[in-house]
Nanobody
Framework: QVHLVESGGGSVQAGGSLRLSCAAS????????MAWFRQAPGKEREGVAA????????YYTDSVKGRFTISRDSAKNTLYLQMNSLKPDDTAMYYC???????????????????????WGQGTQVTVSS
């Protein structure tokens, strides 16, 4: 069982930055797929970025490549999402998610699907104004 708690959301102007954190407890998740998803009102939950803890391989959706960076501090069992050059379209509730995983190939195929992940945080709101 993995318990996830997000923090770091807030309101910023376009072009600004935020860093989201996701503290994991209950399991060290040494072999997990961990990801950030977001959901705007009236839209489906969208995979933003993912990381395989077994190799630190990362994955990004095209709209955030070059602007967002996913990382993990294994000593603190915490996942991060550094978000730079934020745009109004980035406005959404951001969720942390995790699932035990033992294959980078599996994660590469599945990371963008919300149904793949077993554990979810409660979400943190990010609002970007123009």
């Amino acid at each position: 069982q993995v318990h996830l708690v997000e923090s770091g959301g807030g309101s910023v102007q376009a072009g600004g930055s935020l860093r989201l954190s996701c503290a994991a407890s209950g399991s060290t998740c040494n072999y997990c797929s961990m990801a950030w998803f977001r959901q705007a009102p009236g839209k489906e939950r969208e995979g933003v970025a993912a990381l395989y803890t077994g190799s630190s391989t990362t994955y990004y959706t095209d709209s955030v490549k070059g602007r967002f960076t996913i990382s993990r501090d294994s000593a603190k069992n915490t996942l991060y999402l550094q978000m730079n050059s934020l745009k109004p379209d980035d406005t959404a509730m951001y969720y942390c998610a995790a699932v035990p995983a033992y294959s980078a190939r599996e994660i590469a195929a599945m990371w963008g699907k919300a149904s793949y992940f077993r554990f979810w945080g409660q979400g943190t709101q990010v609002t970007v104004s123009s």
